[in-house]
């Protein structure tokens, strides 16, 4: 509250300042111009009535060197002068006035034609008879030049009055805008004034909603805890019965004490156990993730020699149904370095993403396993397979908790949505990401991507 008061006490202050300032500028400002305007019309004005005299001037010294009371040096000198303030009607203010007074124009035109003539006469005056015929030449122009001095003056008069209006009306409209900015200032005070009130109440209303927000997510956080405890605990009762389910079926299914009467029995034990393997894989995956979920998951590093986890792991796989029905490719030239993992971690991660692979592609499509190290030093594992593909919007939520790319996958494809989401909590868990390429149609290609700090000097890895 106290930070908002001296805002407005400061937007006051400024406010005030500013409109003073303003008016001490235009007045300031009204002034100047003026000077420089009187300053202009004053060089116009000289410029003009200059060129008059030193005319005069000019025949004045003619006229002497007929009577013997001046040298032709001065004549020269004389002309000289008078071409120089001739230039200047050329040049500037001058300039502009002629142009805007087309009548004067002319004058200045016979002064250049006069001057022009009269140069040539000025250095042979010497001559019998030169320095009468130049007096008749240069008298004519006296009268015209004595009007244009007095255009000049007239203009310059009639100059003064419309830039006196101009600037009048500059500095009402000036006064006007700091007017106006100053009744502004006042109104952005008032409403600043009023938003103060109006977030002195919603202030209020957060400070409430903050406490029911807090409340709120104490409860979420029990809950999702108690959703852990669940989840982890029904994983276990679960487990149990199923291990029966599925011992009591293995031994069924083998006849291990005496052969079924009925085959259909033995196809049916198949199937049990077919569904208890099923159940718990999907009993273990919800374990695995509500581990993760509630960040209890911690690996149990140790050396790991990935080329051999690969192949043991694949050899695994092949075992299965759905290995069994694709040709698994290990690119043994590559670089499989020891790093530092959980080793069950590691077998998870490689069975999820092999049975992805063999979900959705094709029977009798390769899948292939290859290792590289990057130019960072990170270790780049990939599985790839040739099968269905994902598009891009499938490939940013495929690693999120329970989600197929296509509901259809659920029914066509057994599986619980949780492999590549315990993958990607997996690979997080290690220091290291899960990277996806996919183009529908075209297969993907699934990267576990482990950091270089996870890779184990060779020292150890030999005694690994």
């Known amino acids: 509250m106290r930070v908002l008061r ?18 001490y500028v ?65 040049r500037g203010d001058v300039k ?62 009639d100059q003064v009055a419309a830039d006196q209006q101009h600037l009048l009306g500059l500095h009402w409209t000036f006064s006007g805008l700091a007017a106006a ?4 200032g006042l109104a952005f005070i008032g409403l600043l004034y009023l938003q103060n ?40 009762e679960l487990r149990t019965p199923l291990n029966a389910v599925i011992g009591f079926s293995e031994i069924i299914t083998a006849q291990s004490f005496g052969a079924i009467g009925q085959p259909r029995y033995l196809d049916y034990a198949g199937d049990i ?49 759905p290995g069994q029905r694709h040709d698994i490719t290990i690119d043994e030239t590559g670089d499989w370095p020891c790093i530092e993992a959980d ?3 590691v077998r998870q991660m490689l069975l999820n993403l092999l049975s992805n692979a063999a979900k959705f592609s094709d029977d009798n499509t390769a899948i292939d396993v290859t290792c590289i190290r990057s130019a960072e030093g990170e270790v780049r594992l990939t599985i790839a ?28 494809h057994e599986g619980s949505g949780l492999g590549l989401s315990i993958v990607a909590g997996l690979i997080r868990s290690h220091g290291g990401r899960l990277e996806i390429d996919s183009n529908p149609g075209a297969g993907t290609r699934v990267v576990l991507v482990f950091p270089a700090s996870a890779v184990v000097t060779s020292k150890l890895a030999q005694v690994a």
């Open 96 to 157: 502009a006035f002629v142009e805007e007074n087309p009548a004067q124009k002319g004058v200045i035109d016979d002064l250049d034609a006069t001057l022009a003539r009269a140069e040539p006469m000025i250095n042979d005056i010497d001559q019998p008879q030169m320095v009468p015929r130049l007096l008749d030449l240069l008298r004519p122009l006296e009268a015209k030049l004595s009007g244009f001095a007095g255009a000049a003056n007239q203009s310059g008069g």
């Open 181 to 184: 900015l100053f009744a502004c």
């Open 26 to 90: 235009s007045f300031i400002v009204q002034q100047r111009q003026e000077a420089l305007r009187e300053v202009s019309r004053y060089n116009v004005v000289w410029a003009v009535s200059q060129a008059l005299p030193e005319y005069i001037r000019l025949e004045n010294r003619i006229a002497a060197y007929g009577l013997g009371l001046a040298d032709k040096k001065e004549v020269k000198l004389r002309l000289d002068i008078l071409f120089n303030r001739t230039d200047i009607f050329h």
């Open 385 to 412: 397979d040739y099968g269905i593909g994902m598009t891009t919007e499938q490939v940013a939520k495929a690693g999120t908790p329970f989600y197929q790319a296509d509901d259809r996958l659920s029914r066509k």
């Open 197 to 236: 009130r109006v977030l002195t109440k919603a202030q209020g209303g957060l400070i409430q909603l903050a406490g029911e927000l807090g409340e709120a997510k104490s409860a979420a956080e029990a809950a999702s805890a108690a959703k852990s405890r669940f989840l982890a605990t029904m994983s276990h």
């Open 273 to 321: 156990l077919k569904a208890g393997r099923h159940m718990l894989d999907v009993v273990n995956d919800v374990l695995t993730m509500a581990k993760l979920d509630a960040r209890h998951y911690e690996p149990t590093l140790e050396p790991v020699m990935l080329a051999e986890m690969v192949r043991r792991t694949v050899a695994m796989f092949r075992g299965t149904e």
């Open 6 to 23: 001296a805002i407005k006490l400061l937007l006051i202050i400024s406010v005030t300042v500013f409109a003073v300032a303003g008016g």
């Open 343 to 345: 080793n069950q971690a």
